[in-house]
């Protein structure tokens, strides 16, 4: 038997949807997806967690704590950066620790844990606290090809986390480049080496995700990741019901309900729509893109470039900065492209192609990365490039800041209602500080209307 981890409410609308889905428009479906059978329910962490705060004025913690109440039967998994937790920069070990408790005591099951340089020394606190949690820590292989990413580097990778305490491991394959060859093989050898579930995680991207799937689980997958069909394809993962009908065809049955997967497909054909309308889901990203298999890049790491170069009225050089991404990433040691490192390797190609001169200018975060404060790279930094960014500053990790926490609960004051408003302070101050403010001005708004409506 294998199973199906749902995506819709985290990664597929990520992906295809800038994570604008607000809560309003999936409450409704929130009972059919409980009792469709689902191994569990992708619905948090990501960019979810910036997204709610940042753009759709909603407290990302009650989102959950609702989610939660709607879905009892579901396992509800969410996506964490390892000691990035769900921002861009590294966490002290107390706020990691902290963030993964709430998490859990808000009602999240499973917690998939990535870093993007596949440092293990990055997953080690996330994962620890999550079993001592009680909660199934997962762990994630971001995968990725290079001279030094090969299928015994993964295999060693999982063994690490799981003697970390890891009770499954997810390929995580964010930019779909996983073909159907490598699918296999990586899955048989990860099952050959551990006696533990193992998780597909894929995207349409290139147009392999079908296929990859099917070899994955013809080797022995445990869970794969989809996502319902009106929100599948593209830069999303592969269609729930096409896989569930073609695996239970074959003998492998999912446990799905067929006619409840119907009725989940039906809301969300009327929420595409909707999205469509506005804008805000762009056809383009809903094709087959085959150039991430050359530049290695995520969908949205793609038209994070187009949408940079834009800005800076210089879209007639995307072509020049796609073909600077890979040999920025060589530089940088070969690290996954994968938030944040998507983020610090295209923004820094962008930067080269448009200065006219390679690392003339340089970001902060590409500073920060040549330190070593992102972590272990795969292959070591360049180092001409490592002496021109730093321009002979020494590569010296910043220690943690283990009163992190206190700091901010501190400078909040009453602004933090409770731990959690903390967290999200921690996470993204300036966001999070706006949406108290916003939330505490409803509120006031909301009083002054009642007061008057009783004087009436």
């Not at 997204?51 to 704590?65: A, I, S, Y």
């Not at 015994?152 to 159907?180: Q, R």
């Not at 390679?358 to 590409?366: D, F, H, L």
């Amino acid at each position: 038997m294998i199973q199906f981890t749902e995506t819709v409410l985290r990664d597929a609308q990520q992906s295809l949807l800038a994570t604008r889905m607000p809560f309003s428009k999936f409450e409704a479906i929130l009972p059919a997806l409980d009792k469709a059978g689902y191994y569990s329910a992708e619905m948090w962490g990501g960019a979810t967690f910036d997204v709610c705060l940042r753009f759709l004025g909603e407290d990302p913690w009650e989102r959950l704590r609702k989610i939660r109440k709607a879905m009892p039967n579901t396992r509800l998994q969410m996506l964490l950066r390892g000691q990035n937790i769900l921002g861009y920069a590294h966490y002290p070990n107390d706020v990691v620790r902290r963030f993964v408790r709430a998490a859990v005591r808000n009602g999240i099951d499973i917690i998939r844990i990535f870093d993007a340089l596949n440092d293990v020394d990055n997953l080690r606190v996330a994962i620890e606290e999550t079993v001592e949690c009680g909660a199934h820590a997962s762990g994630a292989i971001s995968y990725t090809t290079s001279p030094v990413h090969t299928r015994e580097a993964y295999v060693k990778l999982a063994k690490e986390m799981a003697a970390m305490g890891a009770k499954s491991i997810c390929i995580k394959d964010m930019a779909g480049i996983m073909t159907p060859a490598a699918a296999y093989d990586l899955t048989a050898a990860l099952k050959d080496a551990l006696d533990l579930p193992v998780v597909i995680h894929t995207h349409c991207t290139a147009g392999m995700a079908f296929l990859s799937c099917l070899k994955a689980a013809e080797a022995g997958a445990d869970v794969l990741d989809t996502a319902i069909s009106p929100l599948s394809g593209g830069t999303s993962q592969p269609a729930t019901e096409t896989l569930y009908y073609a695996l239970k065809e074959m003998g492998m049955d999912a446990g799905l309900d067929g006619q409840v997967l119907l009725e989940i497909a039906d809301y969300f054909k009327k929420v595409r729509a909707d999205f469509l309308e506005d804008g805000t889901l762009n056809p383009i990203s809903m094709t087959t893109d085959t150039q991430c298999l050359t530049y290695q890049m995520p969908g949205g790491m793609i038209s994070n470039l187009l949408s940079q170069l834009k800005g800076l009225g210089a879209e007639d050089k995307f072509q020049e900065a796609l073909k600077e991404t890979p040999l920025v990433r060589k530089d940088m040691g070969y690290p996954p492209l994968v938030t944040p490192t998507s983020q610090i390797v295209g923004s820094q190609a962008v930067l080269n192609v448009m200065a006219g001169e390679r690392y003339k200018t340089v970001s902060k975060e590409v500073k920060a990365y040549c330190r070593g404060e992102y972590g272990k790279t795969p292959a070591p930094i360049d180092e001409e490039v490592r002496a021109k960014v730093l321009g002979g500053e020494p590569p010296v990790v910043a220690p943690l800041d283990e009163e992190a926490f206190a700091k901010a609960e501190a400078y909040l004051g009453s602004k933090a209602r409770c731990e959690e408003d903390v967290l999200s302070y921690i996470a993204f101050p300036a966001v999070a500080e706006k949406f108290f403010e916003e939330r505490e001005a409803k509120e006031q708004n909301m009083c002054s209307y009642s007061i008057e409506r009783i004087d009436e």
